[in-house]
């Protein structure tokens, strides 16, 4: 665990951040994922998702992040990092953060649907530790939200 | 199969032009895979992988098509779409295109290390058809030589 005492840096303090990312989402009517990235207690990237306004399937809230993150290092591998996400990676970005090599993936709400975990075989790389749950409850919550008020929409 | 009668745009045609394009992954000292997209016989997407160069491990052949495809499109489906690959996609890029509705994936060589036929739980979307093997032989042959020299270099 990075939890260091007597550090705001935790992992609920860095995945708040993340939430804040995902609301910029709900707020662009996109779906409600954000991220960030953190190297030695410093955001490297914040990023959520703009699958809509880019119109790009691409465009997750973790992809943008390990770009964004890889541009600030110049380096492609993020093995000090830890990327904070408010949703469960899906299979597309397990892989990606794979290929990145990351140290550590916190994640906040599980996504039974299309999160990463529904695959059996590694995925991840396998230095890559994992935290899932931190802030559930906030993260599900927007998530839920969102597909509600578009399902209102959709009446 | 979409091979029609009399006509030139074969599977074969196609893939040549993804051969083209690792190629020129090749020359710029990237792991050589090349991909097109191709939408009514007419290409509307080329690239080759970038990870070397944009430092960025989500530059895959295949991710730089289907962003590229989707501007062109102005669309996040590529629902009429079929994606040639000069390798198998890895789990990252066959996630993508899952994402991306993609209708037909023809590809050259197979990945056995990180392909994504590694996962035994379906990857791809549904609706996607797959046709492994075309013009195999140049396909594998382009990356064994980039490692082929990557190793010389290295002694």
Redesign the interface.
Known sequence: MKQHDNSIFTDAYFMKEALKEAQKAFDMEEVPVGAVIVSRDRIIARAHNM??Q?????AHAE?IA??SA??YL????LNECTLYVTLEP???????L???QISRIVYGAADPGEGYT????A?LHPSTEVIPGIMEQPCAELMKEFFLNRRDLKN
Do not use: E, P
């Open positions: 699958t809509q880019l119109r790009d399937v691409t992809m390990i770009t890889s541009n110049g380096a492609k591998y899906c299979l597309m970005c397990a892989a990606a794979r290929w990145a529904r695959v059996r075989t995925v």
